[in-house]
């Protein structure tokens, strides 16, 4: 299946760049291009795509508020595209906005081309961009300079011990493969509590799963 990607960046050489090294890879095409976070919102409900490089900082609309258009209950396409922040900062509380909009990870810009391929395939199959010990780091590091109200949320009290068990391990950035060691079960089977986790609680991938963890409470960010 050929992955559909919608690049939206308000500099013309980046997009070119973008997309002439996205369209030269094997099953990804490159749909469309927008200037702005107002005709990235227009071109993503016409062109459906699969994915969104989406610039943090454009004119007219930048990419957190376009992102929580496209993502928001309104959005008129087929289905919901994969969001991917494109930035020129490492940390920033730009990224976790985006985050928390419902991006599913981020990608700096000097970032090397296999990279950017890379990101867009692990985008496109579903996962979130970052690794879990460099997406816990993420989050931790905004949710501890942060106010937050705690929150709570009646599906939390659908989940099992295990499966609160293993979202916590979600949230300290731990892989499958470590949460089965650390629990003493097969990895397939933290995959199944990994999936019921998020069906749950309605989330995307493990960013939005870390999120979640903190921002219930769950996980206490590090002083």
Do not use: C, W
Request: hydrophobic share 50%; no cysteine.
């Amino acid at each position: 299946m050929t992955i559909r990607v919608l690049i939206a960046d308000d500099q013309a050489m980046v997009r070119a760049g973008f997309a002439a090294l996205l369209d030269a890879q094997d099953g990804i095409s490159v749909a469309g291009q927008a200037a702005d976070g107002t005709e990235a919102v227009t071109l993503a409900a016409r062109l459906d795509p699969d994915v969104i490089l989406m610039d943090v900082r454009m004119p007219e609309l930048d990419g957190i508020a376009a992102t929580r258009r496209i993502l928001g209950p309104s959005y008129p396409a087929a289905h919901i595209p994969r969001i991917l922040m494109l930035t020129t900062f490492d940390i920033d509380d730009y990224v976790y906005d985006a985050i928390e909009a419902g991006a599913s990870g981020f990608l700096l810009k000097d970032a090397l081309p296999e990279d950017l391929v890379h990101a867009v395939r692990v985008i496109a199959s579903g996962d979130a961009l970052l690794a879990p010990s460099v997406t816990r780091r993420i989050i931790e590091h905004f949710s501890s300079r942060r106010p937050r109200a705690r929150r709570t949320d009646p599906a939390f009290a659908e989940l099992t011990e295990r499966e609160r068990e293993v979202l916590v391990l979600i949230a300290q950035g731990r892989s499958n493969t470590e949460i089965a060691a650390q629990l003493f079960i097969a990895e397939q089977t933290v995959k199944t509590h990994v999936g019921k986790v998020f069906a749950k609680l309605g989330l995307r991938d493990r960013v939005h799963a870390v999120i979640y963890a903190y921002d219930s409470g769950l996980v206490e960010p590090a002083s």
